[in-house]
Nanobody, 121 residues
Framework: QVQLVESGGGLVQAGGSLRLSCAAS????????MGWFRQAPGKEREFVAG??????YYADFVKGRFTISRDLVKNTVFLQMNSLKPEDTAVYYC????????????????WGQGTQVTVSS
C-alpha cells in the first residue's frame, strides 16, 4: 500500500520560512524520483522541485529560495522554503515518479494529500 503524507504547511509572513516534509510508505526513494508540486485556487498544478539519482531540478520561480532534499534511509523528502512570497500561497503536493519527466505531473505515479501554505503580505 503506497502512501505519501505531507506535513509542515502553515501560515507565515512574507519573507519567512517553512520546511515541508513528505513521509512515504510502500515505496522506496531508491527506486522512485520525488517531486513537489503546488496548486493555487483557480490555477493548474505546477512543478516546484524534483530530486532523483541524477540530481535536483527547480522551477524558475524558486530563484534559489527553495531546496529539495531527501533521507533515503527514512524514506522522507523535504522542501525547505525560504524568503516566501504571497504568490507562493498554494496547496503543496508530494509525488513519486518511477519513470518519465521530472517536471510533468502526468508522469507521476503516486500523490500525497497536500498541505496548505499561506503567505501573508
Amino acid at each position: 500500500q503506497v502512501q505519501l503524507v505531507e506535513s509542515g504547511g502553515g501560515l507565515v509572513q512574507a519573507g519567512g520560512s517553512l520546511r515541508l516534509s513528505c513521509a512515504a510508505s510502500g515505496v522506496t526513494f531508491r527506486t522512485y524520483a520525488m517531486g513537489w508540486f503546488r496548486q493555487a485556487p483557480g490555477k493548474e498544478r505546477e512543478f516546484v522541485a524534483g530530486i532523483s539519482g541524477g540530481g535536483r531540478y527547480y522551477a524558475d520561480f524558486v530563484k534559489g529560495r527553495f531546496t529539495i532534499s531527501r533521507d533515503l534511509v527514512k524514506n522522507t523528502v523535504f522542501l525547505q522554503m525560504n524568503s516566501l512570497k504571497p504568490e507562493d500561497t498554494a496547496v503543496y503536493y508530494c509525488a513519486a515518479l518511477k519513470g518519465g519527466a521530472l517536471t510533468r505531473s502526468n508522469d507521476y505515479d503516486y500523490w500525497g494529500q497536500g498541505t496548505q501554505v499561506t503567505v501573508s503580505s
